[in-house]
């Protein structure tokens, strides 16, 4: 029972031009979101929140947008750099200091 | 401003040992999860400890695995008898304590391979 996908297993764009990634949820206790990077041989690195009473969140270059009624959310990357190429988790709570539930994760490949 | 301290990075046992992964939270947290991935899949949740309680152990598998984190030390994931299937990336993760606090961060992890 996979409470959060994540559909595209890949994502490539071109240096400068916004990454989109996508996930779905379908357990509607989930009211916190996150969002993780991480590099081949290392952990997961925190990027960026949203909680469930939220639409929008920004910070620098990145964005996340949740849609509460469709059980969406969505994280911007622009511009999109090299360094940013890395597989993203989308991660769900439901309550604070308990456990986080992922998704398969998106490996994003930013071109120069 | 250490992070999330995890040890051995790397561990090799052959079938039927015992592997025991380490874990030191990052300073001033007292939230500690254990998470393994598999080859090509996402993180799943194995156990969410406190000092001296273990909170929610439902990822767990039932036998051969178990998880304590002392008063003093660090948080130890024990794995008896592995098999292949144990082959994984155990990663740990750690919180600060409070309402309203959901952001976990994460060590290198511990790559086992059981051979």
């Known amino acids: 029972d996979q409470q959060v996908k994540q559909n595209s297993p890949s994502l490539s764009v071109q240096e400068g031009r916004i990454s989109i990634l996508n996930c779905d949820y379908t357990n509607s206790m989930f009211d916190y979101f996150l969002w993780y990077k991480k590099y081949p041989a290392e952990g997961p690195t925190f990027l960026i929140s949203?909680?469930?009473?939220?639409d929008k969140n920004e910070d620098g270059r990145f964005t996340v947008f949740l849609n509460k009624s469709a059980k969406h959310l969505s994280l911007h990357i622009v511009p999109s750099q090299p360094g940013d190429s890395a597989v993203y988790f989308c991660?769900?709570?439901?309550?604070?200091?308990?456990?986080?539930?992922f998704g398969e994760g998106t490996q994003l490949t930013v071109n120069p | 401003n250490a992070g999330v301290m995890q040890n051995p990075r790397h561990l090799v046992r052959r079938r039927g040992q015992e592997a025991r992964l380490r874990c030191s939270p990052m300073?001033?947290?007292?939230?500690v999860y254990w998470y393994r991935q598999l080859p090509e899949e996402g993180l799943k949740f194995m156990v969410y400890?406190?000092?001296?309680?273990?909170?929610?152990e439902s990822g767990m598998p039932k036998e051969r695995f178990s998880a304590e984190f002392p008063k003093e030390g660090p948080s130890i994931l024990r794995i008896q008898q592995v098999v292949r299937g144990d082959s994984a990336a155990y990663f740990c993760?750690?919180?600060?304590?409070?309402?309203?606090?959901?952001?976990?961060?994460f060590g290198p992890g511990t790559r086992l391979t059981v051979t």
């Open positions: 993760a750690s919180s600060l304590t409070g309402a309203g606090v959901y952001e976990q961060y």
């Open positions: 949203i909680s469930s009473i939220k």
């Open positions: 300073k001033g947290h007292s939230h």
């Open positions: 991660a769900a709570t439901g309550t604070s200091g308990s456990r986080l539930t």
């Open positions: 400890l406190q000092k001296e309680n273990i909170i929610d």
